[in-house]
C-alpha cells in the first residue's frame, strides 16, 4: 500500500519560547512533504496578526503551502473580507474557512453586527472572488450546536455548495466514527474530498478535555490505555500505538488523506508519519 498524503496543523506562538518551537515544529515536519500545512486563530479572533505571520512565514522560509484558517468572529464583513485580500496579495490562496469559537466566556457564538452571520456566508464570499481555494471544518460527531440528526452532514454539504473546495474533520478516536460519517456524506450527495482530522496524543489530559467540550466521544478502551500509561514516555508510546492503528485501519477502508493536528509538537507526528511509510526527503535551504 503506497503512503498516505499528509497535511499539518500548527497554531501561532504567543510567546518568544513558543516561537522557538514552532519554527523547530514545521523544520522537523517538513521533510515529509505535506500537500499543505494550516495555521490556525485563536477563539475569538484573538490571534489574528500572529497567524497572519505565521502562515506568510512558513510559506515564505520553508516553501509549504499554507492554509490559513480565517473566521467570522468579531469583525465585519469588511474586515474579513480585507484580511483574506491581504492573504492572496502575500501570495497564501488556500484559506480554512470557519465561523470560529466564540470569545471565552461570551455565553456562545453572536454575530457582529456588520458581520458574516455563519460560516455559509463567509464561504459564499470568498468564492465569488475566485482567488483561494477553501477549505472547510467537518464534524464526524455531532457539533455541539447542531439542531439533531444529521444536521452535521446537512450543514457540510450546504458549505460544499456554497464553494467549499473539501473538508477536514474534528479528530476522533476510532475510525468507525469516521468511516460512518464518510458513509452519510456520500449518501448526501457530497463528493468533494473530506479529510480526517488526526490528533497524536502526547498528553492525554490536554487531549480528553477538548475532545469533551468540542463532542467528540472518548472510547472507554482509549481512556484505559492511557490510564495505564504511568510516565510520560509510556504516553508517548500509548499515543503512538493508537494513532497508528486508527490510521493504519482508515488506509484500509481506502482512505488516502490524513490531516495531522500536531499541537506545535513533531515527535510524534513524525513517528507516526515513519510507520504509515511516509518517506522524507532533505529540503535545501529552509530557515
Same mark, same amino acid.
Given at each position: ?114 458581520g458574516f452571520a455563519n460560516s455559509i ?85 490536554g487531549v480528553r478535555k477538548f475532545a ?7 472510547? +472507554? ?6 490510564? !495505564? /500509561?504511568?510516565?510520560?514516555? $509510556? =504516553? &508517548?508510546?500509548? *499515543? #503512538? ?24 509538537? +513533531? ?6 508519519? !515513519? /510507520?504509515?511509510?511516509?518517506? $522524507? =526527503? &532533505?529540503?535545501? *535551504? #529552509?530557515?
Amino acid at each position: 500500500m503506497p503512503a498516505p498524503r499528509v497535511s499539518f496543523e500548527f497554531f501561532p506562538p504567543k510567546t518568544p519560547e513558543a516561537t522557538g518551537r514552532l519554527w523547530e515544529t514545521v523544520r522537523e515536519l517538513a521533510p515529509l512533504q505535506p500537500s499543505f500545512v494550516s495555521v490556525t486563530y485563536g477563539a475569538g479572533g484573538t490571534t489574528r496578526a500572529l497567524t497572519h505571520e505565521a502562515v506568510t512565514a512558513i510559506g515564505r522560509d520553508f516553501g509549504l503551502t499554507v492554509a490559513a484558517h480565517l473566521t467570522c468572529v468579531d469583525a465585519s464583513r469588511d474586515e474579513t473580507m480585507a484580511i483574506a485580500d491581504a492573504y492572496a496579495e502575500a501570495g497564501v490562496h488556500e484559506l480554512v474557512a470557519l465561523r470560529g469559537d466564540p470569545p471565552r466566556g461570551s455565553g456562545g457564538f453572536r454575530p457582529h453586527p456588520e458581520g458574516f452571520a455563519n460560516s455559509i456566508e463567509l464561504i459564499a464570499a470568498l468564492a465569488e472572488t475566485g482567488r483561494f481555494h477553501l477549505r472547510v471544518g467537518a464534524y464526524p460527531e455531532p457539533h455541539p450546536d447542531a439542531t439533531g440528526p444529521g444536521a452535521d452532514v446537512a450543514w457540510l454539504k450546504r458549505k460544499f455548495d456554497a464553494g467549499a473546495d473539501s473538508a477536514i474533520t474534528q479528530f476522533f478516536f476510532e475510525a468507525e466514527t469516521f468511516l460512518r460519517f464518510r458513509d452519510a456524506c456520500a449518501a448526501a450527495g457530497i463528493d468533494r474530498p473530506v479529510i480526517p482530522g488526526i490528533v497524536p496524543v502526547e498528553s492525554w489530559t490536554g487531549v480528553r478535555k477538548f475532545a469533551v467540550a468540542c463532542g467528540a466521544s472518548v472510547p +472507554a478502551r482509549v481512556d484505559a490505555a492511557f490510564a !495505564a /500509561a504511568d510516565t510520560p514516555e $509510556a =504516553v &508517548a508510546d500509548t *499515543g #503512538a500505538r493508537l494513532c497508528i492503528e486508527l490510521c493504519e485501519r482508515l488506509r484500509a477502508e481506502g482512505v488516502d488523506d490524513l490531516h495531522f493536528y500536531t499541537l506545535n509538537r +513533531a515527535a510524534l507526528t513524525r513517528r507516526v508519519c !515513519a /510507520a504509515l511509510g511516509v518517506p $522524507a =526527503v &532533505a529540503l535545501d *535551504g #529552509a530557515a
